[in-house]
């Protein structure tokens, strides 16, 4: 048997394992080596800034943060809950056949000497290969396939929150008499997470005057209603599709 065989698989093995890494689906050595490593002092977290004092509120100048107001609303956190349910299946679905992948690969490797012996066990063994790297390329399709459909889900679910919220915005900007709406993702913002006694903690905020901002109300509106989606499922991709964005 070549040499070149083996390492063709080796090769392909490695590539299919960083595939399915970047799916949660693989271990993570790199934190178990960081375990093994002694305890270093953490840096203490820096003491957040205090916020500014603001200028006066520019009358008629309102702000939103879009994406916020989705996400801190109850039906944003219904949906949110819906997609990390989807990924989990995924996932799921990946990890087993990453596992079947990974154990036939063990088997060729080990079998390989052995299967040199003879002329025939070479061919059998090298046709083995071959089917085993035509599982491989196509599991390498299916997550790509699969991160293309949860990330086209998670846009769909996205914009169909945000017309739920489109009358919300504009009940609030009509009672707060707004010339013109900009969105605080534009303005500057402050974000620092620190990790405290094994706890979180998220300081942000945005350099505009609060009383501009509308974002609050938006979300007390849309909640009121007390609407949420329909169920969803993931999007599906046609195979042929998918591979042919991923180019």
Not at 196 to 203: F, W
Not at 219 to 246: I, S, Y
Request: aromatic letters at 4%; a neutral charge.
């Amino acid at each position: 048997m070549k040499k070149s065989s083996l390492l063709m698989i080796a090769s392909a093995f490695v590539l299919m394992t960083a595939t399915g890494q970047a799916m949660a689906q693989a271990a993570k050595p790199a934190a178990a080596a960081a375990a093994a490593r002694p305890a270093a002092a953490a840096p203490a977290a820096p003491t957040p800034p205090t916020p500014p004092t603001f200028g006066a509120p520019i009358p008629g100048q309102c702000v939103l943060g879009e994406q916020t107001a989705m996400s801190n609303s109850k039906m944003g956190l219904a949906a949110m809950d819906r997609l990390v349910q989807l990924k989990a299946v995924v996932d799921s679905e990946l990890q087993t056949e990453s596992t079947a992948i990974e154990t036939e690969y063990k088997t060729l490797t080990a079998t390989e000497k052995t299967s040199a012996a003879t002329p025939a066990g070479k061919s059998a063994w090298q046709a083995k290969v071959n089917v085993w790297e035509q599982k491989r390329q196509a599991f390498q399709v299916k997550v790509q396939q699969r991160q293309q459909e949860m990330q086209y889900t998670r846009q769909e679910v996205m914009q169909a929150i945000f017309t739920k919220m489109i009358p919300q915005i504009n009940t609030v900007v009509t009672q707060k008499g707004c010339s013109t709406v900009s969105t605080s993702d534009s303005l500057l913002h402050y974000d620092q997470t620190s990790n405290t006694s094994g706890a979180e903690t998220q300081s942000t905020f945005v350099y505009v005057n609060p009383a501009m901002d509308i974002t609050s109300s938006v979300v007390q509106k849309l909640d009121a209603t007390n609407e949420l989606l329909p169920q969803f499922d993931r999007v599906h991709l046609d195979p042929k599709a998918g591979a042919a964005q991923g180019n």
